[in-house]
């Protein structure tokens, strides 16, 4: 296509004389590009400044970055990780194919007619699968789970098994506690492979609408999810905690039960929430504390350590 029409399709503004270039393939700035001409390469990160100015294909800026390459060759966006997921979505990629003859589908479970389901998965009585979702080979859904409409769970996921709930009895022993509540997936929501969301107790567990986790990400019973926010891989939120809408939440990172973590929050990687987190505050390091404090502390611990190594040498 013409950079032209990628522009006007998707925003930004480009280097006076690439009206009439063209793009035919997309790819990083440190690749061995043959065709630079007319590949456009993403630059995102100051990371790859210096690939970007080495290389000889057209560049996709980050606007806060556009200073630092030389001009002439710009498609400059203020939000150029969007613009690339467009531009990307061009691509033509093939179709998802409706494999529900190699799963295993309870005749009590409510699957929408225009789902996909993978091979080998396992859905259960009572499970409701909304339209145009996506079920990925060995997925397995429990009763008493619901899926909205749009939502894609990724492979050997399992979404609304009982949770971890157990009380001691007189005897001095444990009992499980049935957790009855089941889990609602509402619109729009991506999960990633191997995911485990528990059936709540009473209520449900809850997944917001828009909201995406990455890969190997666990949510206990009675947890909710807010809408839109975004969960990065290997990431546990515990029995009862709560996250909020937008809110943003870095690999790794393990919340405590009962917990709440504020709309809009940031939690750094692996960050360990033992306590609330305000709306909009940026917190890191175990336990979670706000974002300069856990700086400073950890400036204060790098310092010392120094020092010591210092008087060692000495």
């Not at 793009?23 to 007319?38: L, Q």
């Not at 499970?127 to 990724?154: D, K, M, N, Q």
């Amino acid at each position: 296509m013409l950079l032209r029409e990628l522009a006007a399709a998707h925003g930004g503004m480009l280097d006076p004389g690439l009206e009439d270039a063209v793009v035919s393939r997309v790819a990083p700035a440190f690749a061995d590009i043959s065709e630079g001409a007319t590949t456009l390469a993403p630059l995102l990160s100051r990371r790859y400044v210096e690939a970007a100015r080495a290389t000889g294909a057209l560049l996709l800026v980050d606007a806060p970055l556009a200073s630092l390459v030389p001009a002439g060759k710009r498609w400059i966006h203020p939000r150029a990780a969007y613009a690339l997921a467009c531009v990307l979505e061009r691509v033509p990629q093939p179709e998802p194919e409706d494999a529900r003859a190699l799963a295993r589908i309870d005749p009590f479970a409510n699957v929408d007619p225009t789902a996909i389901i993978g091979p080998f998965a396992v859905v259960h009585a009572g499970a409701e699968i909304g339209p145009r979702c996506r079920i990925e080979p060995h997925v397995v859904v429990y009763g008493g789970v619901s899926l909205g409409a749009r939502v894609t769970v990724g492979a050997s996921s399992v979404l609304g098994r009982p949770g971890f709930g157990w009380a001691a009895s007189p005897a001095g022993g444990v009992v499980r506690v049935p957790q009855l509540g089941g889990v609602i997936i509402e619109d729009d929501v991506e999960i990633g492979p191997l995911c485990t969301i528990d059936a709540g107790t009473l209520a449900p567990t809850v997944i917001g609408r828009g909201a995406k986790l990455d890969a190997h990400v666990h949510v206990g019973h009675n947890a909710s999810i807010g809408a839109g926010a975004l969960i990065a891989a290997q990431s546990g939120f515990a029995g009862s905690s709560r996250i909020g809408a937008g809110a943003l939440v870095g690999g790794q990172v393990g919340v405590a039960d009962h917990c709440e973590v504020g709309a809009g929050a940031r939690l750094a990687a692996k960050a360990g929430v033992i306590g609330d987190v305000p709306a909009g505050a940026v917190y890191g390091g175990y336990p979670a504390v706000e974002k300069s404090r856990w700086l400073r502390a950890t400036a204060r611990i790098l310092e010392g350590t120094e020092r010591k190594r210092k008087g060692r040498s000495g």
